[in-house]
């Protein structure tokens, strides 16, 4: 099912309207409370490591029906996905986490940014440069996603990527038994994608949208807040429309840390269990009502799809996605 656009009266969510995708058929349901959920949009540019599902539709289409967005630019990039036909494959941070390590063949020829504002050579001819360990010595493998994932970028685009393609080395095979078997999971997915061993030979990895820090704007009122009784939290500046999960953009602010997804999408949703049921026992109405409103708002997807069922034009809606896709990626992913 698809969702289609948003029943609401006098700002208050009166339901949904939606598409079976199998065999187009559209049909409503009615309810006092609506609940967002619909994860991220790592689809908009083209390949991430999202599901195909995650396409932003249903926060997009709220957005044109009156639902505020917040914070929409932050998008996090994960440096360590492999390239894949159909979507990317994230090789888990806790790779890093373990010893792994990022580097390129060096080339002194070429020189580089560090974070200290000076320019310095970018390693040794024909030797490996493991430049995240020499620009943050500190925390060499271990700086967040977004610095790794800048770090890969600009050495891939000075020519230094393997194979002078957009790639890094990202090395486990000096790990020890001990520590290979706790990354078992993402060295098997990669074997799995590449047909190499990880475990022999150091991974191919490259740099991938990933996760969606903003999203549906929802309430979050304090628990000391005058109007506190009156408003609810997870709930949009739409009465009864909640928003949950990566779909929501509480929490993360511009960069989520790892692993605080899921526990963000628990707490939401139990946020949100709690207030819903506060939010019904003062708003409930009797839906019977609106039966003749649905059938309308039915009647008008209904001739959506027949004009875009019977459209004749030549564009190619794929081509139209990968174009999109490609200014996106272009100009609001690692760089802006
Ligand atoms: C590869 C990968 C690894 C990750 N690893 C971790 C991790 O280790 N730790 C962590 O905390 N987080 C991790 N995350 C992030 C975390 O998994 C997600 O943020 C979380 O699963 C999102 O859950 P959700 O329920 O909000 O959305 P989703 O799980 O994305 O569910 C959204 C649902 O909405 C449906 N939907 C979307 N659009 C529409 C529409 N228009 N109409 C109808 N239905 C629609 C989709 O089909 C889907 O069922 C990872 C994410 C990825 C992609």
């Known amino acids: 099912w698809s969702f289609l656009h948003l029943k609401y009266k006098n700002n208050k969510a009166k339901g949904a309207i939606f598409q079976n995708l199998h065999d187009l058929n559209i049909f409503a349901i009615k309810a006092d409370a609506v609940v967002v959920a619909t994860g991220g949009l790592g689809l908009i540019f ?119 393609k957009d790639q890094v080395y990202l090395d486990a095979t000096h790990l020890s038994d001990e520590a290979l078997k706790k990354i078992e999971a993402p060295l098997e997915t990669y074997k799995k994608f590449t047909g190499e061993d990880p475990k022999k030979s150091p991974m191919k990895i490259f740099v991938s949208v990933h996760y969606t820090m903003g999203g549906g704007w929802a309430d979050w009122p304090a628990t000391d807040d005058i109007d506190r009784e009156k408003r609810f939290r997870q709930m949009t500046n739409i009465d009864g429309l909640f928003n949950i999960g990566e779909s929501d953009y509480l929490y993360h602010g511009a960069n989520r840390l790892g692993a605080n997804a899921l526990l963000a999408c628990i707490y939401s949703g139990l946020v949100a269990a709690k207030e819903i049921p506060r939010f019904l026992s003062k708003n409930s109405s009797d839906l019977k009502e609106d039966e003749l409103d649905i059938e309308k708002e039915i009647e008008l997807e209904e001739k959506q799809k027949q004009k875009l069922l019977n459209q004749k034009g030549d564009e190619n809606v794929f081509l139209l996605h990968q174009e999109m896709a490609n200014i996106m990626l272009k100009n609001v992913t690692v760089k802006r």
Not at 144 to 154: F, G, Q
Request: aromatic content about 10%; proline content about 4%; glycine content about 8%.
């Open 46 to 164: 083209g390949k991430s490591t999202n599901s195909y599902a995650c396409t932003g539709a249903a926060n997009s289409i709220l957005f044109t029906q009156g639902m505020k967005l917040a914070n929409p630019e932050f998008i996090q990039i994960h440096p360590t996905a492999i390239l894949g036909e159909d979507k990317l494959r994230l090789i888990s941070e806790a790779t890093r986490a373990e010893g792994a390590r990022i580097w390129v063949y060096g080339d002194d020829t070429k020189e580089i940014e560090f974070p200290d504002g000076s320019k310095k050579k970018c390693g040794k001819v024909n030797e490996k440069w493991y430049f995240l360990e020499e620009m943050y010595p500190e925390y060499k493998n271990l700086v967040p996603r977004d610095i790794a994932a800048r770090e890969i970028l600009k050495v891939c685009e000075l020519g230094l990527g393997i194979d002078k």
